[in-house]
């Protein structure tokens, strides 16, 4: 049964007249498709042809209805008689009136921030309830005259929106956002904003929202230099995958850390990634005091004029004369543009303009009057691309990383009162490879490899950058994320009691500090729509052990879910591993995700038992980017669990998790993510001992 409506009498009329605007809606959508599929693309020229025929075809393809979903979810009422119906997008009718407004202009923001005291113009908040496309229940706020009782009551219609269980990717919450988070959502697009969220707060939400939103305000420039998503890993990125499109932004790269650094592109070549490394070769790789060696060992190239010139100064040949620059000169030549901060590769390209004057003045001494096609002629000249190869030689990144990695006495040279002799030993290969193209890099030299890059060629950056689980990743991660939003500004998501590297960020300063982003604004998010009170109550009691500096989350969902803590009587021959699957299996015959947490020595053994019992599950250590919809119950290892939600889980053995890592602290934490993943409830199953906290 439908929940009755608060407040407004004749809810089956009400409902029967929202759903014939529904109805209208959907038919005047129908209508926009075919006017845009009927035009045709005349740019004035072939190229232009093309280019307006990929934005028809993305047009077209924008106004596809999903039939299983409602065009508007809500409607506010205006003091002007204005009625405004809010959906995923904007449908207008045949003389350009709105029919849905889509969540993202100015006027939707009283659906999400009006109040009684202050309420703007808004005097009636509507919610719908849908199911399968089609409206069945609605909810009325009155906030100039309130029915009697209705401040007492919260909305179902919402809690049963949060709580609705799921099988597939994340869902956008368009229907749901909270006035806290979209505040966020609609921050200025020069602000860059981070949001320290507690589990279930919603912040990996409201910062695909406000992506698509700045899409939404920004169109042209965002579109025009792109919007990014960095994830932790590939099942985190499916996993949110298909928020953006639901909400049609197709055009957003989404992407890891290590795939962002080693694609090709902006100049670079293609990085491969093959070998791992032990954490603390990581940690130091990824310490910021590495840009330094970075910057040292690039422009250690530089030539000595005295050296690598003959004569030791510059000489053009024209005519029957050899004008000469002196070696001091080309010296003061090469320090001014070092000292300029500009890239190496803009120096190469400079550099030729920069001794073709010097060559002018001489000619100007001796009485000539050369005009700018003389330098111009000079600069290109064989000899002075001659001398600036000896000069400036060209690099390539890895090839730098490689001798660093190799060459103990380059290193040495390059990191000088950087690092110590202990920090040395412990970058260098045991057995240097020959060459850069047969090293095995891992995901910290790939970072390396990226830094370099940019000390040669500047990169491009991007309009937007949302970064998520943002404090597990190194200095020099970050640095590497924040050359893509260098002109632009970004959303930083995360939370620091959710940090499970060594490297793991102290604060958000730091981190924002070495994003290049030292301004930007930190908001706290402590209330959780997603995960249960009884689920984040349990998992918070770790939090004193943690993150003692933060605040424990608060649960606002009016159901408390459910915790089930089994033990497991290993001496009596009861197995957990079999216990954990038969519970699997038994939440099968309801609705929703089920997620099984194992650690990660766990993964094979856990596979196995689901397979022997059974139970079709995708295993996210083995996803792919490419590879379909995953299978209703999906078998995590603890260390990719960050980030993922199900509306069931089921976490094996928290001792083993705990165990798992090189201290306990970072075993606790990769503990509390593990247990803040459930919707709706939350299974513990254990032979060993729990961690005393949790007793």
């Known amino acids: 049964m439908p929940a009755p409506a608060?407040?407004?009498?004749?809810?089956?009329?009400?409902?029967?007249?929202?759903?014939?605007?529904?109805?209208?809606?959907?038919?005047?959508?129908?209508?926009?498709?075919?006017?845009?599929?009927?035009?045709?693309?005349?740019?004035?020229?072939?190229?232009?042809?093309?280019?307006?025929?990929?934005?028809?075809?993305?047009?077209?393809?924008?106004?596809?209805?999903?039939?299983?979903?409602?065009?508007?979810?809500?409607?506010?009422?205006?003091?002007?008689?204005?009625?405004?119906?809010?959906?995923?997008?904007?449908?207008?009718?045949?003389?350009?009136?709105?029919?849905?407004?889509?969540?993202?202009?100015?006027?939707?923001?009283?659906?999400?921030?009006?109040?009684?005291?202050?309420?703007?113009?808004?005097?009636?908040?509507?919610?719908?309830?849908?199911?399968?496309?089609?409206?069945?229940?609605?909810?009325?706020?009155?906030?100039?005259?309130?029915?009697?009782?209705?401040?007492?009551?919260?909305?179902?219609?919402?809690?049963?929106?949060?709580?609705?269980?799921?099988?597939?990717?994340?869902?956008?919450?368009?229907?749901?956002?909270?006035?806290?988070?979209?505040?966020?959502?609609?921050?200025?697009?020069?602000?860059?904003?981070?949001?320290?969220?507690?589990?279930?707060?919603?912040?990996?939400?409201?910062?695909?929202?406000?992506?698509?939103?700045?899409?939404?305000?920004?169109r042209e420039r965002l579109t025009r230099q792109g919007v990014l998503v960095v994830g932790p890993n590939t099942a985190f990125l499916q996993h949110i995958g298909a928020v953006l499109p639901a909400l049609g932004e197709v055009r957003v790269e989404q992407r890891t850390v290590t795939g962002l650094v080693t694609a090709p592109g902006g100049g670079r070549k293609d990085v491969a990634v093959r070998a791992a490394e032990p954490a603390a070769v990581a940690a130091l790789k990824g310490d910021a005091r590495m840009a330094e060696v970075a910057r040292r060992a690039v422009w250690s190239a530089v030539g000595d004029p005295a050296h690598v010139l003959d004569g030791g100064a510059f000489v053009l040949p024209r005519g029957s004369r050899r004008w000469r620059v002196p070696g001091y000169r080309v010296r003061e030549l090469l320090d001014d543009l070092a000292g300029r901060g500009i890239r190496y590769g803009a120096a190469r390209a400079l550099l030729p303009q920069r001794l073709a004057h010097a060559v002018l003045q001489l000619f100007e001494a001796a009485g000539d009057s050369p005009d700018d096609a003389v330098q111009d002629a000079v600069a290109r000249s064989a000899d002075v691309k001659r001398a600036v190869n000896r000069l400036l030689p060209a690099q390539d990144a890895a090839k730098v990383l490689h001798r660093l990695l190799s060459d103990a006495e380059f290193l040495t040279a390059c990191s000088g009162g950087v690092?110590?002799?202990?920090?040395?030993?412990?970058?260098?290969?045991?057995?240097?490879?020959?060459?850069?193209?047969?090293?095995?890099?891992?995901?910290?030299?790939?970072?390396?490899?990226?830094?370099?890059?940019?000390?040669?060629?500047?990169?491009?950056?991007?309009?937007?950058?949302?970064?998520?689980?943002?404090?597990?990743?190194?200095?020099?991660?970050?640095?590497?994320?924040?050359?893509?939003?260098?002109?632009?500004?970004?959303?930083?998501?995360?939370?620091?009691?959710?940090?499970?590297?060594?490297?793991?960020?102290?604060?958000?300063?730091?981190?924002?500090?070495?994003?290049?982003?030292?301004?930007?604004?930190?908001?706290?998010?402590?209330?959780?729509?997603?995960v249960p009170s009884a689920v984040i109550d349990y998992a918070a009691r770790l939090l004193p052990a943690i993150a003692p500096e933060l605040s424990v989350p608060r649960s606002v969902r009016p159901d408390p879910g459910r915790l089930d803590v089994l033990a497991v009587d290993a001496d009596a021959g009861e197995d957990a591993l079999a216990r954990a699957v038969a519970v699997v299996a038994d939440l099968l015959r309801g609705d929703?995700?089920?997620?099984?947490?194992?650690?990660?020595?766990?993964?094979?053994?856990?596979?196995?038992?689901?397979?022997?019992?059974?139970?079709?599950?995708?295993?996210?250590?083995?996803?792919?980017?490419?590879?379909?919809?995953?299978?209703?119950?999906?078998?995590?290892?603890?260390?990719?669990?960050?980030g993922l939600e199900f509306d069931r889980v089921v976490v094996l053995e928290p001792a083993d998790v705990v165990a798992g890592e090189p201290d306990e602290r970072t075993g606790l934490r990769r503990l509390y993510v593990a247990l803040t993943r459930a919707v709706s409830a939350l299974t513990v199953v254990h032979a060993r001992p729990l961690p005393e906290q949790l007793r």
């Not at 109805?23 to 693309?41: C, G, I, K, P």
């Not at 290969?429 to 995901?443: K, Y």
């Not at 000390?455 to 190194?474: F, G, K």
């Open 592 to 642: 929703g995700s089920i997620g099984l947490v194992v650690a990660d020595t766990t993964t094979d053994a856990a596979a196995g038992a689901l397979a022997a019992a059974g139970v079709p599950a995708t295993r996210l250590d083995a996803v792919h980017e490419d590879d379909g919809l995953p299978e209703r119950v999906s078998l995590v290892p603890a260390t990719l669990v960050k």
């Open 6 to 218: 608060r407040g407004t009498p004749g809810t089956p009329d009400v409902l029967a007249a929202e759903q014939r605007h529904l109805d209208r809606a959907r038919a005047e959508l129908v209508r926009m498709r075919e006017h845009t599929l009927s035009l045709t693309a005349d740019g004035g020229d072939p190229i232009a042809d093309a280019a307006l025929a990929r934005v028809l075809d993305r047009r077209a393809a924008s106004l596809v209805d999903d039939p299983a979903t409602a065009l508007f979810f809500g409607r506010t009422d205006h003091d002007s008689g204005e009625v405004l119906h809010i959906g995923r997008r904007h449908v207008t009718d045949a003389a350009g009136d709105p029919v849905v407004v889509d969540w993202r202009a100015d006027v939707s923001r009283g659906f999400y921030r009006a109040s009684r005291a202050e309420r703007g113009d808004v005097r009636l908040r509507r919610r719908f309830g849908v199911e399968h496309g089609r409206l069945t229940a609605h909810e009325d706020e009155h906030l100039t005259d309130p029915a009697p009782g209705e401040d007492e009551r919260a909305s179902a219609i919402l809690a049963r929106e949060i709580e609705r269980p799921r099988s597939g990717p994340m869902r956008d919450i368009v229907a749901t956002i909270q006035p806290e988070q979209d505040a966020l959502v609609r921050a200025d697009a020069a602000t860059t904003v981070c949001v320290q969220g507690a589990p279930g707060t919603g912040k990996t939400a409201v910062g695909l929202h406000r992506a698509a939103w700045l899409l939404y305000a920004h």
């Open 419 to 530: 690092l110590d002799d202990a920090g040395r030993e412990l970058l260098l290969w045991e057995r240097p490879p020959r060459s850069a193209g047969t090293a095995r890099w891992s995901d910290a030299d790939a970072v390396l490899i990226d830094e370099i890059a940019d000390q040669l060629t500047r990169t491009p950056s991007r309009a937007h950058v949302v970064l998520d689980e943002a404090q597990d990743l190194s200095p020099m991660q970050l640095r590497a994320v924040g050359r893509r939003c260098s002109t632009g500004a970004a959303t930083v998501l995360g939370d620091i009691a959710q940090g499970t590297t060594p490297w793991s960020a102290r604060s958000w300063p730091e981190v924002l500090e070495h994003l290049g982003k030292p301004g930007g604004h930190v908001e706290v998010l402590d209330r959780g729509f997603r």
